[in-house]
DNA sequence: AAAACGGGGGC
DNA sequence: GCCCCAGTTTT
């Protein structure tokens, strides 16, 4: 790498942690991103999985109650809300968006359970637009890296949409959750396996970095 | 600004 | 046993 400009490392994560969304359904997409909250993706893979066996669309889902989802949706964590939650936007999709998931940001934030990292999620899988997901790994370490001194996601996501090119919004969501995970992670980064640690201000400095 | 929701996995 | 996890909503 010969410079540290923040598109340029940004490349070199995609590069080395891909993350390639198989699921680009819609509604899908939406559903197992609302599980994953504050939830770890493997405990969530089956509860997707089980939950579409048994209910596919917005209208089977729509019909039936939140109880009836507690036991499949169970292992992702606070259940009762995400699967009541999920029952009530089936049937906002159904009554009220023609069956189908809004492209639009706004329509997005309007469903329950449905903030700015769920929406973006949806919009660049499911959608192909432009969009950051700035969730806890990525505000985490673009603030380790020196890209950015922001205290919350959302000032995060307003200095990223300037700093990185839009054709890296989409691949960086998925890539910075992989990075984060298996290297820059909360506690104890493994900075020695770290494929950008020579632009890294923690790594570089790390008394004086951020957390 | 802080609390509440929550089972599963790492250490 | 304690802490964290592709957050969002309510108090």
Same mark, same amino acid.
């Given at each position: 790498?010969?410079?540290?400009?923040?598109?340029?490392?940004?490349?070199?994560?995609?590069?080395?942690?891909?993350?390639?969304?198989?699921?680009?359904?819609?509604?899908?997409?939406?559903?197992?991103?609302?599980?994953?909250?504050?939830?770890?993706?493997?405990?969530?893979?089956?509860?997707?999985?089980?939950?579409?066996?048994?209910?596919?669309?917005?209208?089977?889902?729509? @019909?039936?109650? #939140?109880?009836? !989802?507690?036991? %499949?949706? &169970?292992?992702? $964590?606070?259940?009762?809300?995400? +699967?009541?939650?999920?029952?009530?936007?089936?049937?906002?999709?159904?009554?009220?968006?023609? @069956?189908?998931? #809004?492209?639009? !940001?706004?329509? %997005?934030? &309007?469903?329950? $359970?449905?903030?700015?990292?769920? +929406?973006?999620?949806?919009?660049?899988?499911?959608?192909?637009?432009?969009?950051?997901?700035?969730?806890?790994?990525?505000?985490?370490?673009?603030?380790?890296?020196?890209?950015?001194?922001?205290?919350?996601?959302?000032?995060?996501?307003?200095?990223?949409?300037?700093?990185?090119?839009?054709?890296?919004?989409?691949?960086?969501?998925?890539?910075?959750?992989?990075?984060?995970?298996?290297?820059?992670?909360?506690?104890?980064?493994?900075?020695?396996?770290?494929?950008?640690?020579?632009?890294?201000?923690?790594?570089?400095?790390?008394?004086?970095?951020?957390?």
């Amino acid at each position: 790498m010969k410079r540290c400009e923040p598109n340029e490392v940004a490349r070199t994560i995609i590069e080395h942690f891909p993350r390639e969304h198989h699921e680009k359904d819609p509604f899908k997409v939406l559903v197992s991103t609302i599980l994953s909250q504050r939830t770890r993706d493997e405990n969530t893979e089956l509860a997707s999985k089980r939950l579409f066996d048994r209910y596919s669309s917005p209208v089977s889902i729509a @019909n039936a109650s #939140p109880e009836d !989802l507690y036991d %499949l949706v &169970k292992p992702a $964590g606070m259940y009762k809300q995400k +699967a009541g939650r999920i029952v009530a936007i089936a049937k906002l999709l159904v009554e009220r968006y023609d @069956n189908k998931v #809004p492209m639009e !940001l706004s329509e %997005l934030l &309007k469903l329950p $359970g449905v903030g700015r990292k769920t +929406a973006n999620i949806v919009l660049s899988v499911s959608f192909g637009i432009p969009a950051l997901a700035v969730d806890t790994h990525v505000h985490r370490i673009s603030n380790r890296l020196g890209w950015v001194k922001t205290r919350t996601p959302d000032e995060t996501e307003h200095e990223l949409t300037k700093l990185l090119d839009e054709d890296l919004w989409g691949p960086i969501n998925g890539s910075m959750v992989e990075f984060g995970r298996r290297i820059c992670k909360p506690l104890k980064p493994l900075c020695g396996k770290c494929p950008v640690k020579e632009c890294c201000k923690l790594f570089l400095f790390p008394e004086t970095a951020e957390r």
